[in-house]
């Protein structure tokens, strides 16, 4: 705050938590075999059957797609450090979008067993369907709290606040939540955290 500028800026900060509804598996089907043909053939056979197991448990296939395919050739090193091709290698990412945390377990076990062997669990990430209502409450928060801090600086200066002169927000999503997991992929979802900060300028009265 300055005198002859007769304002005062504040950031306030806001945080929302809600339960999580929804998460997004991401998992890959890997593959190795001595031509590029047999691991691109044998990846996305594994990736068929993963994404059979989940529409056997109701899982809806529209909401499993491929977010990437990569193609390596796998080196091998002789005896003398000469360096040769000894095959190639074949991964193929999928996501797969859940909405019944409560099955979350039972689908990431019987993915993982379709696939056996090729099966990669890259891991899972937690929401809520409705972020748009989270992040209103944490910029809600936010504004308060800089409202809050403002008006305490201000009654300091024996001054009060008046017009708003500018505002800048800056939000970002809390920390993803833990999912915890054994042996037999039981699932213990947390939280979702929205997180929001709001810089405001007002004039001083």
């Given at each position: 705050m300055t005198e002859g500028s007769a304002?005062?800026?504040?950031?306030?900060?806001?945080?929302?938590?809600?339960?999580?509804?929804?998460?997004?598996?991401r998992m890959a089907c890997h593959a190795e075999r001595a031509t590029v043909a047999d691991a691109v053939a044998d990846a996305n056979a594994a990736v068929r059957l993963v994404r059979a197991a989940l529409a056997e448990?109701?899982?809806?296939l529209e909401r499993s797609s491929t977010a990437a395919v990569e193609i390596r050739a796998v080196e091998r090193r002789g005896p003398e450090g000469s360096v040769h091709v000894s095959g190639y290698a074949t991964t193929h990412r999928l996501t797969v979008e859940v909405d019944e945390l409560h099955r979350l377990g039972?689908?990431?076990s019987a993915a993982v067993a379709a696939a056996?062997?090729?099966a990669r669990l890259e891991g899972v990430t937690l929401s809520v369907r409705?972020?748009?209502?989270?992040a209103a409450t944490a910029r809600d928060r936010a504004w308060a709290d800089a409202v809050h801090s403002a008006t305490q600086l201000a009654e300091h200066a024996a001054r009060r606040l008046g017009s708003v002169m500018r505002i800048e927000e800056g939000a970002g999503a809390g920390p993803a939540p833990a999912v915890r997991m054994a042996a037999a992929m039981p699932v213990e979802p947390g939280g979702v955290e929205e997180r929001?900060?709001?810089?405001?300028t007002w004039a001083l009265a």
């Open positions: 304002t005062i800026t504040v950031t306030g900060h806001g945080a929302a938590c809600q339960a999580a509804d929804a998460a997004t598996i448990h109701g899982v809806d039972q689908l990431l056996g062997d090729s409705d972020s748009g209502a989270l929001s900060s709001v810089t405001v």
